[in-house]
């Protein structure tokens, strides 16, 4: 079964720092990856998704995440935060083969920014 | 506006009882997928809903069950409550067409509370 590695449970950042939120998964073969965002008070919304190609891919409001195969991981930056950024921040692997629908959920990582 | 839209929004239930939860999709989509998000994890796959059959389903046990009706929308059934069912329960929909890289879309999510 897959899992999905998330390294921060709670990030605190003051504004216009970098952010980059670890994420790796545990499956071996070819997967869809995704970061799911939730504002507060908010529904869980799609931030970025790599399915092939190029591993850099970027996602709304100034996002991107990077690819790195040998080392299963999916790591989320941002070069400046802002106060408005503030949500949990949720990373999720899906099996690309044939039959499968599941997409697995790392535990999440609160981020806060302070103004 | 999620697009796709859940009800209830809380729930309250006794052990043993049964709950049914709803759940309209995004307009345009024909998938339905529900997951359960205990306090403090990630979201957790219980089953999806393509052509009014359940395709694909985690690792939830048979007290859980569901159903998708002709125009899409979806219930969770939920039977002999158990106070660690207590959750948010999270509606998503998608577009078959694209599978495995379709984006969930997500609802609010319904709170349940076994007491």
Known sequence: ?115 | DAGVTQSPTHLIKTRGQQVTLRCSPKSGHDTVSWYQQALGQGPQFIFQYYEEEERQRGNFPDRFSGHQFPNYSSELNVNALLLGDSALYLCASSLSLTQGGSPLHFGNGTRLTVT
């Open chain 1, 1 to 115: 079964a897959q899992s999905v590695s998330q390294h921060n449970h709670h990030v605190i950042l003051s504004e216009a720092a970098s952010l980059e939120l670890g994420c790796n998964y545990s499956y071996g073969g070819t997967v869809n990856l995704f970061w799911y965002v939730q504002y507060p008070g908010q529904h869980l919304q799609l931030l970025l998704k790599y399915f092939s190609g190029d591993p850099l891919v970027k996602g709304i409001k100034g996002f991107e995440a990077e690819f790195i195969k040998s080392k299963f991981s999916f790591n989320l930056r941002k070069p400046s935060v802002q106060w408005s950024d503030t949500a949990e921040y949720f990373c999720a692997v899906m099996d690309s083969g044939a039959g499968s629908y599941q997409l697995t959920f790392g535990k999440g990582t609160k981020l806060s920014v302070i103004p």
